[in-house]
């Protein structure tokens, strides 16, 4: 074999080895609630392909990575401020230069939680769900601690499960959803299930709908606060009108008013929820806001009473994010 041809053969083996090094996703097991109700205590979570890319990458907002704490240890947080920005937290939402930084539902769905999770109380067969405004604390049951303050959680909303059993008549089937006095409205004119998703959020006032997977068999994923599947965008989400008024929860209503009687339509509400989001808290020592190097990054836990993360610790280098988790 010529010299050319080993030099060759000698190349592509590294080639070979260093892809099967970087190939293989890596998997870590969570400790503790700090991410929760996303990831809990034992669960198994693994990188995508090529783990050691995710080091050459740009982090993005809401993105969740495995990374070195301020002492070196690996735990796993989500991205909430990016290099150069302001950070701050007010009244239980994240502030970047200036201005509430809105979820988007998917984001919502990994963040948020179900209120009385397991109490879909929607009757089955229903045109109508409605609730009161109401007092929601951030009392999450798989608080470890013992001594977190209850505090008052605002933004919250109802998601649905709307089923149309067969196709409804030429003017379609009017699906309403109320969010205080705000009243959104959605024509459905096909057959199938539909998740109604609208709420208060991040000082706004949001709503989505989509068709869901024909044949899902779990519509409703048990740590997911929405119907599966959801979008990456609003479809309206406007400022909220009185966002510094009261600190309940607002009314809520689901309605089904179809051109025919629900019977006719064979269209009811499946089944439907209270959810809430995530509420952030500030830091213990009182420090309310954080500005970011060109190489930091402000990273905070889904689940604050139980989350030691740049509240605690300040800003943290770029360099010490190790892996995206999907």
Not at 280 to 294: F, H, M, T
Request: proline content about 9%; some cysteine.
């Amino acid at each position: 074999m010529t010299s050319r041809r080993w030099l060759a053969l000698a190349a592509g083996l590294v080639l070979v080895g260093t892809g099967a090094a970087l190939l293989p996703p890596r998997r870590f097991v969570v400790a503790g609630t700090s991410m929760a109700p996303g990831l809990l205590p034992g669960d198994v979570v693994a990188t995508g392909l090529l783990p050691l890319r995710d080091r050459l990458t740009q982090p993005r907002r809401f993105e969740r990575w495995v990374l070195d704490a301020a002492d070196g240890t690996p735990v796993i947080k989500r991205i909430a401020g990016l290099p150069g920005e302001t950070v701050a937290i007010a009244a239980g939402d994240l502030v970047v230069a200036d201005r509430i930084v809105l979820k988007e539902p998917r984001q919502l769905a990994a963040m948020g939680q179900r209120v009385s999770a397991g109490h879909d109380d929607a009757a089955a067969g229903g045109e109508r769900w409605e609730r009161p405004a109401t007092d929601v604390l951030d009392d999450e049951p798989l608080a470890t601690g013992g001594g977190s303050l209850l505090l008052p959680v605002r933004d919250g909303g109802v998601a649905a499960v709307v089923q149309a059993s067969r196709p409804p008549d030429d003017a379609g089937l009017r699906v309403r959803a109320r969010v205080a006095e705000t009243v959104f409205t959605w024509r459905l004119r096909a057959a199938g299930r539909y998740a109604i998703v609208a709420g208060r959020l991040d000082g706004h006032v949001v709503a989505v709908a989509w068709r869901l997977p024909a044949g899902a068999a779990d519509t409703c994923p048990e740590r997911s606060c929405l119907p599966v599947g959801p979008p990456d965008r609003w479809s309206f989400a406007r400022p909220w009108p009185d966002r510094d008024k009261g600190d309940v929860a607002p009314a809520l209503a689901i309605v089904i008013e179809p051109a025919t009687t629900v019977a006719q339509a064979g269209a009811a509400i499946e089944r439907a929820w209270r959810w809430r989001d995530v509420l952030q808290r500030g830091a213990p020592d009182g420090v309310a806001a954080w500005s970011l190097g060109p190489n930091a990054v402000f990273v905070l836990g889904d689940f604050p009473a139980e989350s030691r993360d740049s509240r605690h610790w300040g800003p943290l280098p770029v360099g010490s994010l190790r892996h995206r988790i999907p």
